[in-house]
């Protein structure tokens, strides 16, 4: 038993100097004044995921490439992170900010059993968890956003209720029912309370 649980924290510790890895490699981004690449923030979440889930004894196998999910869990289950930075992509008002996740591409079906959408700062410091299952992102509404033709599905989480509102006010054909709902209740939806259901 001790040596499993080292074994844990072990791969814990390494997916986590990973994770840091990448917030160092931003800050040395914007010393230079250069944009960090989108791709690098996935990663950042992928890795933050798996380190969440060794620290939880969950076993896990990383998929890698295309494919609907990023990572298969030991009972088969399927998981697809998608990670976030704070962001306005002129939908909203300008001091309107929010964390933003595709849920489903229009056409395509979704391949995931859980989806884990991972909120980042800007420094990919102080990140948040929000773990859905297939059944509760499908619920999200239908939208039409000119500027995301590919998207059918989203997630909009905003940092507060009066940015919501604010956000629903100015584009209310872009934030559905369901966003709206999950805003309120976006607590209940963390990781930390929620982890142990992806061990049914």
């Excluded at 986590?16 to 914007?30: D, G, M, P, V, W």
């Excluded at 010393?31 to 923030?41: D, N, S, T, W």
């Excluded at 900010?97 to 591409?105: L, N």
């Excluded at 995301?148 to 905003?158: A, D, I, N, P």
Aim: glycine share 8%; charged share 35%.
């Amino acid at each position: 038993m001790v040596n499993g649980k080292l074994k844990v924290e072990n791969v814990s510790s390494k997916y986590h100097e990973a994770y840091n890895a990448i917030r160092k490699l931003k800050e040395t981004f914007t010393c230079v004044g250069e944009r960090f690449p989108p791709f690098l923030v996935g990663l950042c979440g992928e890795l933050l995921v798996k380190m969440k889930l060794a620290e939880k004894g969950i076993s896990f196998k990383s998929k890698g490439g295309q494919g609907g999910y990023d990572i298969r869990l030991e009972n088969g289950k399927k998981i697809e992170v998608r990670s976030s930075l704070l962001k306005n992509e002129g939908l909203y008002p300008k001091d309107v900010r929010f964390f933003g996740w595709r849920i489903k591409k229009r056409g395509k079906e979704v391949g995931f059993d859980y989806l884990l959408c991972v909120a980042f700062d800007d420094d990919l410091a102080n990140p948040k968890i929000y773990l859905f299952t297939k059944e509760e992102a499908l619920k999200a509404g239908d939208v039409e956003i000119p500027r995301f033709k590919g998207v059918q599905k989203k997630l909009h989480l905003f940092r507060s209720h009066q940015e919501m509102e604010k956000a629903v006010r100015y584009n209310p054909r872009i934030v559905s029912n369901w966003e709206v709902e999950v805003n309120k209740l976006k607590h209940e939806f963390e990781f930390e309370k929620r982890w142990e259901i992806l061990k049914v």
